[in-house]
């Protein structure tokens, strides 16, 4: 199987897919679709029914059921993209097929390396098959690892028929990583009672908890005025949105939290005096807290209106998913199953809940229960990360192991 998962694996990281935030298409760059074209002719190759692929990018496909048993219709779904954080092209991974321990150079001419004594996870990995980047791009572990255990694990259920499984429903989407990855998705038409996202890292994670997400645009207008004339007139906004910044509290950045923690991130900055533009992601596991957070904010601008002049802070405020918990918890069997096949493969389950969102979230509030599973790969979105082809191998025996539970039920 690592074989099979090996060369998959390489043949998707080679193929930039990685999506644009500026862009307002769908998806939000075409070359998404050089690697949908071809998980696509593997699907019609591997004999799945209903193999579509829409003009926004979303590939589904049914693997029938081979037994008359009254069995759930299962999905599995991951996406295409990879993050505009750092570039997806000309990805030349660096293959390591026993890791023996300590510094990985992962680009000796630019003196980038892999270390332990920055990221601790490595030493979990001794042994391990790894692949990592060569220290100029991401390597798309995220979510191209997910992608091939799914397609892996049903190229294994076709060649082994003696397998009995009910109706399963593979899907991929585009656009995950820019918070669109389900805007178009069809649910009626997927026709799963429940899923499951192949897009969390390290071995054993299982998650149905994330945060709920909101996003927050704010514009300062400012007055400029000759600097040696300014007394009483200038506004500048930069230091207006400083001043803003200086209100929220330091402890709730994400540098400060960790767990059930929220926080209030800034992720953009520009300005001049005369306008300054700049953004926050707000988090927080807990509804309520949530909320507060997002009043906390609103209250802020209405200070500072107050003692600049109604108008000058502008405050965009926009809802972007919420935590999937409550959608999942009334059919918790979902999760008591992906834990039961971790542990009957021997893997420890690692409940806990994610510090950011995934596909799964939206999707359980448009009637698609979908907890998250480990793919294997750690460090996202930057040139640090790596996957181990070893837990690729396990999850990817996880995703058979629930289809063989749900059989049995």
Not at 43 to 59: A, H, I, Q, R
């Amino acid at each position: 199987m690592k074989k099979t998962l090996l060369d998959r694996f390489l043949k998707y990281v080679s193929i930039d897919t990685q999506s644009d935030e500026n862009s307002e298409t769908t998806p939000s760059t075409k070359k998404q679709f050089d690697l949908a074209n071809i998980v696509k002719e593997e699907l019609v190759k591997l004999g799945l029914k209903d193999v579509t692929l829409d003009e926004n990018c979303y590939l589904m496909g049914t693997l029938p059921a081979n037994t008359d048993k009254k069995i759930p219709t299962i999905g599995f779904l991951a996406h295409f993209d990879t993050s505009p954080d750092m570039s997806g092209a000309n990805i030349k991974p660096n293959l390591i097929e026993k890791y023996k321990g300590g510094d990985i150079v992962l680009n000796k001419e630019k003196n980038i390396v892999l270390s332990p004594s920055v990221f601790p996870e490595l030493n979990e990995h001794i042994g391990h098959y790894l692949i990592t980047t060569d220290g100029t791009t991401l390597l798309g572990a995220d979510d191209k690892a997910g992608l091939t255990e799914i397609i892996s694990a049903v190229e294994y259920l076709v060649s082994h028929p003696e397998i009995k499984h009910g109706t399963i429903k593979v899907g991929f989407t585009p656009d995950e990583e820019i918070g669109r990855g389900v805007d178009k998705f069809d649910v009626g038409k997927f026709k799963a009672d429940f899923a499951y996202t192949m897009d969390g890292s390290g071995l054993g994670e299982l998650e149905y908890e994330n945060f709920n997400a909101a996003e927050a645009k704010l514009k300062v207008n400012g007055r400029n005025v000759h600097p040696g004339y300014s007394k009483d007139k200038m506004i500048n906004s930069i230091l207006v949105a400083m001043e803003l910044n200086a209100l929220l509290p330091v402890n709730q950045r994400p540098e400060f939290t960790q767990g059930y923690d929220g926080f209030f991130h800034i992720i953009k900055f520009e300005g001049t005096v005369e306008s300054t533009s700049f953004k926050y992601i707000i988090r927080d596991h807990d509804k309520a807290k949530f909320e507060q957070k997002k009043k906390l904010i609103q209250d802020c601008v209405d200070l500072l209106n107050k003692r600049y002049g109604e108008g000058v802070i502008e405050l965009a405020l926009k809802d972007q998913y919420f935590n999937m918990k409550e959608q999942v918890e009334p059919v918790i069997h979902v999760v008591d199953t992906a834990q039961k096949a971790m542990e009957e493969l021997d893997i420890e389950p690692v409940v806990v809940p994610i510090r950011g969102g995934t596909d799964g979230a939206r999707l359980s509030y448009m009637g698609l229960p979908c907890p998250n599973i480990f793919a294997g790969g750690l460090n996202f979105h930057g040139k640090f990360e790596f996957v181990s082809l070893d837990v690729m191998e396990k999850a990817t025996k996880v995703i058979l192991k629930i289809i063989e539970l749900y059989s049995k039920k």
